[in-house]
């Protein structure tokens, strides 16, 4: 709900309120962000202000008795005493750079305009809370819309800010934020989520106590290094308890989030396009839009926070005909196969996934040109003849023919040197004429800045969309950006290449997306390096990291739990020694941590031991009948490896009928017995059946130690061990009990004892390093 009466505007959700009021000078002072209060006299809530501090400069003769150094800001900008971050920074074609911004008029609407270059968010209903705030500069007459959404039901609120130039010549728009919220105080905690390829969304805490933080990039893509949603948190703050504000952009390229703690105490974070690597030249009258910011807030820890960005991305930021549709099982061929395939070899590889009750068959990177290795062909997007010489259709023609839905791999923002597209038109290609080229994964990128390769894209991956019944799209980028530059636009625009080539990117998305509605298309940027709002609201799911080690896995989809729903995130269950840290893991574990994906597989079922593929197979058929509750339901951190040896996860269905859980070990610590399985998001009052399903392990597990049990004895790597683990598996233990469900969440379930060197038997939990297990709950 928004109210706005006697210059005050205040905008309630469900659990918070959000409130500013207009200042006699015309400034916007922000007065209160946070849980839902009644404001009825907004002067209590105000800041007062009677001098100016010493070495501060008051702002005007008329209002002498305040700065805006220290005041909380809606929109801030330099020149008229306000030396913190701020919104905007622009140069007047007079060369002027002081901004003074003033209010000029409010609007409350029921509407909700697209935006001309870039995604938003939307209502399904198209029912909007929406208002617009119009300021306008003191001198030149430029102005700026800043817009606030509400989406009531799940806590958030929207903000963006479009600039229009007021004057009849062109300026330099350097920096212009989509959101900035000032706080009176400081001493929060700044989480940021950080990494690299293969290690995408680790956590990072900064306590601000003085100084600025900043979470940014300029890779030309949002980043696996830091990715763009952050946190703030009060002291003390917890998965369940404490006050946390979470915001994110609807962005895919070069961001910034910064937060600076100011001299006076107050604190100020701003997020939206990264101004390192931005300025856009702006002719008179014309205009400028920033992209959408999000934000929320709970006093109740950062899981309800999680509940807060998970539902508004799942209702207001997926969209199309997979937003509510279970997501198939699917066998990608890549770590089967690498780029060494052919017709027989994935018609092969489909079969065993078909066995094992795959639902998606998914043809990686090698299909086309001579796409023998990463060096060559990428851009000619025509079938390779020798290794499939009945083309896509016919491939996928079989694979249909096995009962299984067909998809295809393509990374169409790139080009090889060594292509016949590169050849055809190298100016089609971001790079600085006559200058030697900073390649990535031996590869360029197209000027998606330009119009024609744009138009050259969408034509080109529509005739390979189309050439076949292809139900599943996985879209690549392999590579970040280097020498920035378009050999189309004019020196003065140089700055803009950044964001004009993400915009003409959407433009290709929401293109394509719209000829092929059926098609399941899944964002990938060599992993996580572009897992953000942007792509999300074209792409339902996107893949989250290249690397599949089951221990990495659940640190890195932990990370993107906070704030991103576990149904955009997609995990496949590979082979080990896994290929990309050699590690060896269970492969109940591999899938338990994949399960609370989008689950998948990536690894050749074709040459699978005999055991590992029929534990495959009962890992899907398993995952079926809970998938619903897994892909659709409510998802609850407990522990992570981040601060204990066990990461904990729990996973409710909406009617809070059913739930799946899992416990994940990291390392074994001997004589440690004592385990408790404790729930989230359950109904209290309803009684709960608890259970796990029954394992059984391999005698191999146990080396030598079998012989104190066994009536012979039996070599370890011997011929009779091989036998006899062929025929004698070692119980698990199974849980199995009636419990209320205030007693699962506030009291737990002790689990039978680990193994501890003193006795095993199917009363003892087998749990070596990397272990885990599935619980299961059932009202």
């Known amino acids: 709900m928004i109210q706005t009466e006697n210059?005050?505007?205040?905008?309630?959700?469900?659990?918070?309120?959000?409130?500013?009021?207009?200042?006699p000078s015309g400034h916007l002072e922000h007065m209160y962000y946070g849980r839902r209060i009644t404001i009825k006299n907004p002067d209590a809530i105000t800041e007062k202000h009677a001098f100016v501090p010493a070495n501060s400069t008051q702002y005007s003769s008329e209002y002498d008795h305040f700065c805006l150094e220290d005041?909380?800001?809606?929109?801030?900008?330099?020149?008229?005493?306000?030396?913190?971050?701020p919104s905007i920074e622009l140069v007047n074609s007079d060369g002027v750079s002081t901004c003074d911004f003033i209010f000029e008029k409010a609007e409350v609407l029921d509407t909700k305009d697209e935006y001309k270059t870039l995604p938003g968010s939307y209502d399904e209903k198209g029912k909007y809370e929406h208002l617009c705030i119009t300021l306008m500069e003191r001198f030149y007459k430029h102005k700026v819309e800043l817009?606030?959404?509400?989406?009531?039901?799940?806590?958030?609120?929207?903000?963006?800010?479009?600039?229009?130039?007021?004057?009849?010549?062109?300026?330099l728009l350097k920096r212009l934020m989509s959101c900035?919220?000032?706080?009176?105080?400081?001493?929060?905690?700044?989480?940021?989520f950080h990494g690299a390829w293969a290690r995408e969304m680790q956590r990072s805490d900064a306590l601000l106590t003085q100084g600025k933080f900043?979470?940014?990039?300029?890779?030309?893509?949002?980043?696996?290094?830091?990715?763009?949603?952050?946190?703030?948190?009060?002291?003390?703050?917890?998965?369940?308890?404490?006050?946390?504000?979470?915001?994110?952009?609807i962005y895919s390229s070069n961001h910034y989030e910064a937060a600076e703690v100011t001299a006076y105490g107050k604190t100020r974070f701003v997020n939206g396009i990264n101004p390192a690597t931005f300025s856009y030249f702006v002719e008179g009258g014309q205009e400028f839009e920033a992209p959408e910011a999000v934000m929320t807030y709970s006093h109740q820890g950062f899981n309800a926070m999680s509940q807060n960005m998970h539902h508004f991305v799942k209702e207001h930021i997926v969209r199309g005909e997979w937003k509510n549709k279970v997501r198939p099982v699917l066998l990608n061929s890549w770590e089967a196969a690498y780029f060494d395939i052919n017709e027989r070899k994935l018609v092969n590889l489909a079969k065993a996934g078909k066995d094992a009750g795959i639902e998606l068959f998914v043809m990686d990177d090698g299909w086309f040109g001579q796409r023998n290795d990463d060096h060559r062909s990428l851009g000619d997007w025509i079938v390779n003849k020798k290794k499939l010489p009945n083309g896509i259709e016919g491939l996928c023609k079989k694979i249909n023919s096995l009962g299984l839905d067909f998809g295809i791999w393509v990374e169409p923002e790139m080009v090889n040197v060594d292509s016949d597209l590169y050849r055809a038109h190298p100016d089609w290609a971001v790079e600085i004429p006559g200058h030697e080229h900073t390649e990535g994964r031996n590869q360029r990128i197209l000027d998606l800045t330009q119009p024609i390769v744009q138009d050259y894209l969408i034509?080109?991956?529509?005739?390979?969309?189309?050439?076949?019944?292809?139900?599943?799209?996985k879209w690549d980028m392999n590579r970040i950006f280097s020498d920035y530059y378009s050999q189309k636009l004019d020196a003065k625009n140089q700055g803009e290449v950044a964001h004009r080539y993400v915009c003409g990117l959407y433009r290709c998305m929401k293109?394509?997306?719209?000829?092929?509605?059926?098609?399941?298309?899944?964002?990938?940027?060599?992993?996580?390096?572009?897992?953000?709002?942007?792509?999300?609201?074209?792409?339902?799911?996107?893949?989250?990291?290249?690397?599949?080690?089951?221990?990495?896995?659940?640190?890195?989809?932990?990370?993107?739990?906070?704030?991103?729903?576990?149904?955009?995130?997609?995990?496949?269950v590979s082979a080990c020694p896994n290929h990309q840290t050699l590690r060896t893991t269970p492969l109940e574990t591999r899938f338990n941590v994949a399960a609370f994906g989008i689950c998948g597989y990536e690894c050749n079922l074709a040459e699978m031991k005999k055991d590992d593929l029929a534990a495959v197979k009962a890992q899907i058929e398993l995952y079926k009948k809970w998938r619903e509750v897994l892909q659709t339901g409510n998802f609850y951190r407990s522990r992570n490896f981040l601060t204990s040896n066990m990461t904990e996860w729990i996973c409710v269905s909406k009617d809070k009928t059913k739930a799946v859980g899992m416990m994940m070990q990291k390392l074994v610590r001997p004589n440690t017995r004592y385990e408790c399985f404790k729930a989230h998001g359950l109904n209290p009052d309803a009684e709960y059946h608890?259970?796990?399903?029954?394992?059984?392990?391999?005698?191999?597990?146990?080396?030598?130690?079998?012989?104190?049990?066994?009536?012979?004895?039996?070599?370890?790597?011997?011929?009779?061990?091989?036998?006899?683990?062929?025929?004698?598996?070692?119980?698990?233990?199974?849980?199995?009990?009636?419990?209320n469900g205030d007693t699962l969440m506030y009291s737990g379930v002790k689990l039978k004892q680990a193994f501890a060197g003193t006795g095993l038997n199917a009363e003892t939990r087998y749990y070596p390093d990397f272990g885990s297990r599935l619980y299961f709950m059932e009202s």
């Not at 210059?7 to 200042?23: K, S």
């Not at 606030?148 to 929207?158: K, S």
């Not at 034509?459 to 799209?473: K, L, P, Q, R, T």
């Open 690 to 739: 608890f259970y796990s399903y029954g394992m059984k392990f391999s005698i191999k597990n146990f080396g030598s130690l079998v012989n104190t049990v066994s009536p012979v004895h039996i070599k370890q790597d011997s011929l009779l061990e091989d036998i006899i683990a062929r025929f004698v598996k070692i119980d698990g233990e199974t849980e199995d009990c009636l419990v």
């Open 180 to 192: 900035q919220l000032d706080f009176a105080d400081k001493d929060f905690t700044f989480t940021s």
């Open 147 to 171: 817009h606030y959404y509400v989406y009531t039901e799940c806590d958030v609120i929207c903000r963006s800010t479009k600039f229009i130039n007021g004057s009849k010549d062109g300026l």
């Open 214 to 249: 900043v979470n940014s990039t300029i890779a030309g893509v949002s980043s696996n290094r830091a990715n763009p949603f952050v946190m703030l948190s009060r002291p003390g703050a917890s998965e369940d308890y404490g006050e946390v504000y979470a915001m994110n952009l």
């Open 71 to 85: 005041l909380c800001l809606e929109f801030s900008s330099y020149g008229k005493g306000d030396i913190w971050e």
């Open 459 to 473: 034509e080109a991956m529509s005739a390979v969309f189309g050439s076949a019944n292809i139900a599943y799209v």
């Open 511 to 572: 293109e394509l997306v719209k000829r092929f509605p059926h098609i399941l298309f899944e964002g990938c940027s060599a992993g996580g390096n572009r897992f953000d709002l942007g792509i999300l609201s074209f792409f339902p799911q996107i893949w989250a990291s290249d690397d599949t080690d089951a221990v990495c896995r659940a640190e890195i989809q932990n990370g993107y739990s906070y704030g991103y729903p576990m149904n955009t995130v997609s995990a496949h």
């Open 7 to 23: 210059n005050t505007f205040i905008l309630n959700t469900e659990n918070t309120t959000y409130a500013f009021r207009l200042l």
